[in-house]
């Protein structure tokens, strides 16, 4: 197959990128804008190959957009290319808007024209495979604030957002379903859970923990840590997104999570531990802990049921969290310099997203 890949140099679509070329005989298109958190050096070990070709196009360039899928004639389309930020969409919600939704309108459209002059097996087959996040679903039932049996996400979740970005993503999986049920097109949906691993952009809190506490900074922590999120590795989602793109049924949505519910507290400590153990100093990694005013209207637990993806199409993930979260510490100790590159520019480990509601 020839896959085009929408936001194939961000920290998602680098991991598909490399599963694809490293794992499957399938080609890929990557089609980036290369905004702040698109990084080529997250595909120097793929760049070569002959099945991989890049494209620096906006998703919302229409034109540009029509150009690739007729000179690449894909077979399907994975869009992963969105702005993702929670902080960066409480501070700027208009990027969100137009990425997210006009660019996914676009794209959308412009697949559904290229669809629409296939033939035969080649229409049959096609897909468009939409990459979202749990975040959509908005809010769980909190262990501390329960007593029964804790609820999860599952795919006839209603929708109930609560960021600007999350509301986004939500806009385009509608749109996704929108353009399936009346023209016909061929799209799968998916929703994902928190991720982590190698080339994480460093404003998420798992790189960013680690680089502060690298840097002896402080390790901010909203509210009070309890925050809880299910973590999935994200090579362990890139297996599941090209399972899904090659071998998911047309007009489904597939959940897709680690199996790995835990507060935000605790994975800070974790990170500490593991330093302390692999790069130790004079004192604790953990003295570092800091608490800051919680991010507005920030959702206190997502959690994700994903036997659906199981049982239809044998995926699950192979990393534990424990495992899972060793390798990227281990990973960013390794390779300073592409996160160095990354800090060189206008990012420098601040925190984003302090805008307070009125009352």
Same mark, same amino acid.
Request: charged share 25%; aromatic share 10%.
């Given at each position: 197959?020839?896959?085009?890949?929408?936001?194939?140099?961000?920290?998602?679509?680098?991991?598909?990128?490399?599963?694809?070329i490293?794992?499957?005989?399938?080609?890929?298109?990557?089609?980036?804008?290369?905004?702040?958190?698109?990084?080529?050096?997250?595909?120097?070990?793929?760049?070569?190959?002959?099945?991989?070709?890049?494209?620096?196009?906006?998703?919302?360039?229409?034109?540009?957009?029509?150009?690739?899928?007729?000179?690449?004639?894909?077979?399907?389309?994975?869009?992963?290319?969105?702005?993702?930020?929670v902080?960066? !969409?409480?501070?700027?919600?208009?990027?969100?808007?137009?990425?997210?939704? $006009?660019?996914?309108? *676009? %794209?959308?459209?412009? /697949?559904?024209?290229?669809w629409?002059?296939?033939?035969?097996?080649?229409?049959?087959?096609?897909?468009?495979?939409?990459?979202?996040?749990?975040?959509?679903?908005?809010?769980?039932?909190?262990?501390?604030?329960?007593?029964?049996?804790?609820?999860?996400?599952?795919?006839?979740?209603?929708y109930?957002?609560?960021?600007?970005?999350?509301?986004?993503?939500?806009s385009?999986?509608?749109?996704?379903?929108?353009?399936?049920?009346?023209?016909?097109?061929?799209?799968?949906?998916?929703?994902? !859970?928190?991720?982590?691993?190698?080339?994480?952009?460093?404003?998420?809190? $798992?790189?960013l923990? *680690? %680089?502060?506490?690298? /840097?002896?900074?402080?390790?901010?922590?909203?509210?009070?840590?309890?925050?809880i999120?299910?973590?999935?590795?994200?090579?362990?989602?890139?297996?599941?997104?090209?399972?899904?793109?090659?071998?998911g049924?047309?007009?489904?949505?597939?959940?897709?999570?680690?199996?790995?519910?835990?507060?935000?507290?605790?994975?800070?400590?974790?990170?500490?531990?593991?330093?302390?153990?692999?790069?130790?100093?004079?004192?604790?990694?953990?003295?570092?802990?800091?608490?800051?005013?919680?991010?507005?209207?920030?959702?206190?637990?997502?959690?994700?049921?994903?036997?659906?993806?199981?049982?239809?199409?044998?995926?699950?993930?192979?990393?534990?969290?424990?495992?899972?979260?060793?390798?990227?510490?281990?990973?960013?100790?390794?390779n300073?310099?592409?996160?160095?590159?990354?800090?060189?520019?206008?990012?420098?480990?601040?925190?984003?997203?302090?805008?307070e509601?009125?009352v």
């Open positions: 197959m020839k896959i085009l890949v929408t936001g194939g140099a961000g920290f998602i679509g680098s991991a598909v990128v490399r599963y694809i490293n794992n499957t005989n399938h080609s890929v298109i990557n089609l980036d804008k290369l905004t702040y958190a698109g990084n080529l050096e997250s595909l120097v070990s793929v760049s070569e190959s002959e099945r991989y070709s890049f494209e620096q196009v906006d998703i919302c360039d229409a034109v540009a957009v029509n150009r690739v899928l007729e000179e690449y004639q894909p077979d399907a389309i994975m869009h992963l290319a969105a702005e993702s930020h902080d960066r !969409s409480i501070d700027g919600p208009g990027e969100f808007i137009q990425t997210n939704i $006009i660019g996914t309108y *676009i %794209l959308l459209e412009q /697949a559904r024209l290229y629409s002059k296939l033939e035969g097996k080649a229409k049959l087959q096609f897909r468009f495979h939409h990459i979202s996040t749990d975040e959509v679903y908005g809010d769980l039932p909190h262990p501390d604030n329960s007593d029964g049996d804790l609820p999860l996400f599952h795919e006839e979740t209603p109930a957002p609560s960021s600007p970005y999350s509301a986004s993503k939500a385009s999986d509608h749109l996704v379903r929108a353009w399936a049920r009346t023209y016909g097109l061929p799209t799968i949906i998916t929703n994902c !859970s928190n991720n982590y691993g190698p080339y994480h952009f460093p404003e998420k809190l $798992i790189p923990v *680690i %680089l502060n506490a690298l /840097a002896g900074k402080p390790l901010p922590i909203y509210g009070k840590g309890n925050q999120r299910d973590w999935l590795y994200v090579e362990d989602h890139a297996e599941a997104l090209v399972t899904v793109a090659t071998r049924s047309a007009g489904e949505t597939y959940n897709i999570g680690g199996y790995n519910e835990k507060q935000n507290i605790d994975v800070v400590k974790t990170i500490c531990t593991i330093l302390d153990e692999v790069e130790p100093k004079e004192t604790k990694y953990s003295d570092q802990i800091t608490f800051v005013d919680d991010r507005p209207g920030h959702d206190m637990r997502y959690a994700i049921d994903a036997s659906k993806i199981k049982e239809d199409l044998g995926w699950k993930p192979k990393e534990t969290f424990e495992s899972g979260l060793r390798k990227t510490v281990f990973w960013y100790l390794e300073e310099t592409w996160w160095k590159n990354v800090l060189s520019g206008d990012y420098k480990l601040e925190r984003l997203g302090k805008a509601r009125e």
